[in-house]
Every structure is written in structure tokens, then in C-alpha cells.
Nanobody, 119 residues
């Protein structure tokens, strides 16, 4: 089972930037997609950005134009560059690896990294 380890979270002022890292214990090229999700207190986990194995990207409307997801297959790493951060971006950010099988799909999750944006 793949292990996903996130890092790069922290406390930043509104308007600032952070870069999140997700390192996988095995090749990420075998997954249909890799993504970043977030969960704020009292809210459901939501998709932030997803990148497919082919490199296509999808973003939540709330982060489009401010966040960029990328991947380095050679390093088994997925990145989330976050700019122009807002207090409403405050959440625990989780890395996801999505596997599509013949019978079922499987999702793997990291332990999360906290991002706090102060106003």
C-alpha cells in the first residue's frame, strides 16, 4: 500500500504563498490521478486540485488562478503551489492517490498538513 507524506504547511499572512509537497513511497505514475484536498473545521473534505497521469489539471473554482498543482514522476512527488492566500484557505490539506481498477477504485490518503492563513 502506498504511503503519502505531506509537508510544507504552516502559518502565513493573507496574500502570502506556500508550497506543499507530497512524497509517495512508490511510483506515482501508476495512479490515474494525484490530488490535493482540504478540510476546514466543521466542513466536509473538498477537492482543491487534481492532476491526471496524462498531466491534465482540474481546480476548484475557489482556487483557480491562485493555486498550481504539478508532479514529478521521477521523484514520486506532487506539489501544490499556493499564492495569494486567503483566510478561507485555512484547512488541513491532504494528498490523494487515486487508483482505478478493473473491479473497483481505491483512494489513498496522507496524514495531512495544516495550512493557516491569518488576516
Amino acid at each position: 500500500q502506498v504511503q503519502l507524506v505531506e509537508s510544507g504547511g504552516g502559518l502565513v499572512q493573507a496574500g502570502g504563498s506556500l508550497r506543499l509537497f507530497c512524497v509517495a513511497s512508490e511510483s506515482i505514475s501508476r495512479f490515474a490521478s494525484m490530488g490535493w484536498y482540504r478540510q476546514a473545521p466543521g466542513k466536509q473534505r473538498e477537492s482543491v486540485a487534481v492532476i491526471s497521469s496524462g498531466g491534465s489539471r482540474n481546480y476548484a473554482a475557489s482556487v483557480k488562478g491562485r493555486f498550481t498543482i504539478s508532479r514529478d514522476n521521477a521523484k514520486n512527488t506532487v506539489y501544490l503551489q499556493m499564492s495569494s492566500l486567503k483566510p478561507e484557505d485555512t484547512a488541513v490539506y491532504y494528498c490523494n492517490a487515486h487508483s482505478e481498477g478493473f473491479i473497483r477504485n481505491v483512494d489513498y490518503w496522507g496524514q495531512g498538513t495544516q495550512v493557516t492563513v491569518s488576516s
